[in-house]
């Protein structure tokens, strides 16, 4: 139903002149960089019944100069109501930032390392990435097997040229996360890891076993993102297999890690126990990724849960959720993180999202009733307890 009441919108819009407007006219020539591909993308996509892009027709796949020309001619109006789609929410978005920082709240937006394949930047910018003449992808992103799965991850997300990268002084990236920076306060890039070194997987593989490791850009990219864009505050991803090259590049950088409470009772001197951390990190109970906490303790056997316990210092498992936010509010981590289903103690219920699977995430929602003042004088109370 959304696009029947956006396309309706749009045409109001229209008629009432919003398209000649001086801040539609303004918003269009400052977003130019991007902003054109995409609605074109988008335009195509939408003639071709919603295919990927390399199944277009090969003229416009390619991208050959007379082949935009038509397409942009012949879906005009298409074009022009996903520029209308971005104005509109670039404004709406605008306006809850605001609101948000004028309440003291700051947003973290999370960006990932790398983009899809079907998408606009792929397809308006193939020299970005390692693409074959004809567009095919020679090599794909993943990372390779594990104790989770022994076939490795296949993401199958296009690779950059990081090479290509370098001889533009980073342009795209430094783009990429400078926009970034206009919708958050707070950027966390996901699979920092990458960046030094990253899993390729061969084009056409079904798992990641014939992967190996490449080399990346390492410190050199944030080196000249941070010349063009100055200091930025950052959060990095460094979940995972952590390599003394990786931990390297990460200290240089100088932005802080990523502790998560519910990866820190595998062992008894896990990186992840508060005890072992530095100032400069950030601490969650876990993430969107995670388990809700009540969920992770009860799913754990006996035996974790018997050192959980100890070592949050309960002596029952109902317990263990707000010791584990105590914990973590208490810790010496610069920042903590609480997902508001701990807050709320809920169970497996209430989880946000399990990786590598589709069709059954991100549908959780607060539902009326469930913030109230009650919460609010003890989420204050905790917060203020340990000096947050």
């Known amino acids: 139903a959304r696009f029947k009441v956006l396309k309706h919108a749009y045409k ?54 007379e082949a935009i020309a038509a397409y942009q001619e012949q879906l005009s109006a298409e074009i022009d109501f996903y520029e209308f789609l971005q104005y509109l929410f670039a404004g709406q978005w605008a306006g809850l930032k605001a609101y948000a920082n004028e309440q003291g709240i700051e947003i973290i937006g999370d960006i990932p390392i790398y983009v899809a394949f079907d998408s606009a930047d792929t397809w308006s910018h193939p020299e970005l990435f390692q693409l074959s003449e004809g567009c095919v992808p020679k090599a794909v992103a993943g990372v390779p097997p594990d104790a989770f799965s022994a076939t490795g991850q296949l993401w199958g997300n296009p690779l950059y040229d990081w090479e290509y990268h370098k001889k533009t002084g980073y342009d795209w990236w430094t ?6 920076y206009r919708l958050y306060d707070i950027v966390r890039v996901d699979h920092f890891r990458g960046f030094e070194a990253y899993f390729s997987i061969p084009y056409g593989d079904e ?32 979940l995972g297999v952590i390599t003394p090259p990786v931990r390297k590049m990460i200290k240089k950088c100088g932005y802080p890690g990523m502790k998560v409470l519910q990866f820190a009772f595998d062992s008894y001197d896990s990186e992840y126990l508060p005890h072992n951390y530095d100032k400069n990190c950030i601490v969650y109970t876990g993430t969107h990724d995670n388990q809700t906490t009540r969920g992770w303790y009860e799913e ?51 989880r946000m999202n399990f990786p590598s699977t589709l069709g059954d995430n991100w549908k959780w929602r607060l539902t009326d009733g469930q913030l109230t003042d009650a919460l609010a004088a003890h989420m204050k109370d905790v917060t203020e307890t340990y000096c947050r």
């Open 12 to 65: 109001r819009a229209k008629k009432n002149g919003l398209m000649e407007s001086k801040a539609y006219r303004t918003y269009l020539e400052e977003e130019k960089a991007w902003l054109a591909d995409y609605a074109l993308y988008m335009a195509v996509k939408d003639s071709f019944d919603g295919k990927s892009w390399d199944q277009w027709e090969e003229d416009i796949r390619l991208r050959k100069p």
């Open 175 to 180: 783009l990429r996360i400078g926009y970034s």
């Open 207 to 238: 798992t990641a076993v014939n992967g190996h490791w490449e080399k990346g850009p390492d410190f050199e990219l944030f080196a000249a993102m941070k010349m063009k864009l100055g200091k930025k505050e950052m959060i990095a991803e460094d």
């Open 300 to 350: 754990n056997n006996r035996k974790v849960q018997k050192y959980i316990r100890e070592y949050l210092r309960v002596k029952s498992g109902k317990d263990v959720v707000e010791a584990m936010i105590a914990t973590a509010m208490s810790s010496t981590a610069g920042t903590a993180v609480i997902p508001m289903q701990d807050w709320l103690g809920l169970g497996r219920e209430a």
